[in-house]
Nanobody, 124 residues
């Protein structure tokens, strides 16, 4: 049974930082691409960042480029999202997702497994 468990969310002031983690189990993690998505109240889920199976390539949404960094540790079956210079508009539930193709995709329909999400709230 595949499980993705996000952690690290919370309440932070604008300009602050948070580091999200997503621990995976039940899959061969090192062969999966991983992605982060977010969903704000009343809005559709949107792509944030993705990383290939090897970690050598990454891709970001324009709204987070230069502020967020995605990384992974295949030995720990964990993917991270370092979020700096947070803004109130970053407030959302953040989800990690796994894609068995191992490639970079921004569309949520490409991802095979999803976590339950972790809340990030940025106050102004």
């Amino acid at each position: 049974q595949v499980q993705l468990a996000e952690s690290g969310g919370g309440l932070v002031q604008a300009g602050g930082s948070l580091r999200l983690s997503c621990a995976a189990s039940g899959l061969t993690f090192s062969t999966y691409a991983m992605g982060w998505f977010r969903q704000a109240p009343g809005k559709e889920r949107e792509f944030v960042a993705t990383i290939t199976w090897s970690g050598r390539s990454t891709y970001y949404a324009d709204s987070v480029k230069g502020r967020f960094t995605i990384s992974r540790d295949n030995a720990k079956n964990t993917v991270y999202l370092q979020m700096n210079s947070l803004k109130p508009e970053d407030t959302a539930v953040y989800y990690c997702a796994a894609d068995r193709s191992g490639m970079l995709y921004t569309s949520s329909i490409r991802y095979d497994y999803w976590g339950q999400g972790t809340q990030v709230t940025v106050s102004s």
